[in-house]
């Protein structure tokens, strides 16, 4: 049996997310008061995500209807995308799947992590260097408003 643990909205990519969120009657006017007719249970993987938005497929979902109304259910393998803050909300409960290996999801979690694939395609194309041997356009000359560079005066020996 999976262990689920509250996690609110500190989730990575590769978790599996179990939250509870509202279903609302169809509006006919803007100025009419919204009427909750039922909930859903939603159990989905964590497909991508950063501080604002988490994208997710939906891995199981249950409904509960009030009498009278029937409510569409997601199906495994349908794409959600989310904002983090009202999954965070204690309303909805959200609680995460623990990984068999955690030490593995603090790694993934660290902000210092970089995936292979977040690597650019091509190297950055190396800069030619001038033929002066400088920048090109700067002037190697010396002191900055243009006066020539101080030399040292060398004694000659005996």
Known sequence: MAKWIP?????VEGDDLRWLEAVWKPKARKNVKPVKIGGRIIVAQVIRCDAEWADLRVIHCETAAADGWAIDNLQPGEL???KREPLSKSWAATERKLWSDESARAIVASAFFKPEDAAPLRPHAQTKASPT???KGVRRTGGGRGYGKKRRKTQLGP
């Open 7 to 11: 996690c609110g909205a500190t989730f």
């Open 80 to 82: 959600l995308r989310r």
């Open 133 to 135: 041997g400088g920048a």
